[in-house]
T-cell receptor
Framework: SAVISQKPSRDICQRGTSLTIQCQVD?????MFWYRQQPGQSLTLIAT?????????ESGFVIDKFPISRPNLTFSTLTVSNMSPEDSSIYLC??????????FGPGTRLTVT | GEDVEQSLFLSVREGDSSVINCTYT??????LYWYKQEPGAGLQLLTY?????DMKQDQRLTVLLNKKDKHLSLRIADTQTGDSAIYFC?????????FGKGTSLLVTP
């Protein structure tokens, strides 16, 4: 299975600032995704990170708020822009492997004050 | 979209079997998954089942799939205190996953 790391593992940020989360995979993968897990809730897909082109966003998520980069097949970033306390969540990167297995990174725990 | 449904809480005694149930929404889902999330940790892929199967066994884990009723279950045999965690059922929706809200399993000594 793919080994996924995320940076930072946690952060406390002030309202109005932005945070960029990095996701690094130990092998080339076709599919990379970003999910959000709000406190006590399930996971919600934010977007699919496409290598070499713009990310594909799910309903309710927009590029201006959550810009995503995917410069190559092993790396992606998610930025949470102009943060508010409602953005306090765990942000998880996941990768698709062999077409059906999906593995998750350890998550980035974000608290916005 | 429709929700993947799971009961929110299950408590079992150590050594007993645990059964966690899930009702999914998309009859065209190709794979169905069970993930485990321990406190403060990410999601661990426990097992998955292809939609043309009705059962899969992997050591202490048994997955049963009733495609007609869109019902999925995870049975954990000989449940241990280390199995205490939140268990998420998920269906594939295209390439991405649609998750249930998770079942919190508490194993008591």
């Amino acid at each position: 299975s793919a080994v996924i790391s995320q940076k930072p593992s946690r952060d406390i940020c002030q309202r109005g600032t932005s945070l960029t989360i990095q996701c690094q995979v130990d092998s080339q993968v076709t599919m990379m995704f970003w999910y959000r897990q709000q406190p006590g809730q399930s996971l919600t897909l934010i977007a699919t990170a496409n290598q070499g082109s713009e990310a594909t966003y799910e309903s309710g998520f927009v590029i201006d708020k959550f810009p995503i980069s995917r410069p190559n097949l092993t790396f992606s970033t998610l930025t949470v822009s102009n943060m508010s306390p409602e953005d306090s969540s765990i942000y998880l990167c996941s990768v698709g492997d062999r077409g059906y297995e999906q593995y998750f990174g350890p998550g980035t725990r974000l608290t916005v004050t | 979209g429709e929700d993947v449904e799971q009961s929110l809480f299950l408590s079992v005694r150590e050594g007993d079997s645990s059964v966690i149930n899930c009702t999914y929404t998309d009859s065209s889902s190709t794979y169905l998954y069970w993930y485990k999330q321990e406190p403060g940790a990410g999601l661990q892929l426990l097992t998955y089942i292809f939609s043309n199967m009705d059962m899969k066994q992997d050591q202490r884990l048994t997955v049963l799939l009733n495609k007609k009723d869109k019902h999925l279950s995870l049975r954990i045999a000989d449940t241990q205190t280390g199995d205490s965690a939140i268990y998420f059922c998920a269906e594939n929706s295209g390439y991405a996953l649609n998750f249930g809200k998770g079942t919190s399993l508490l194993v008591t000594p």
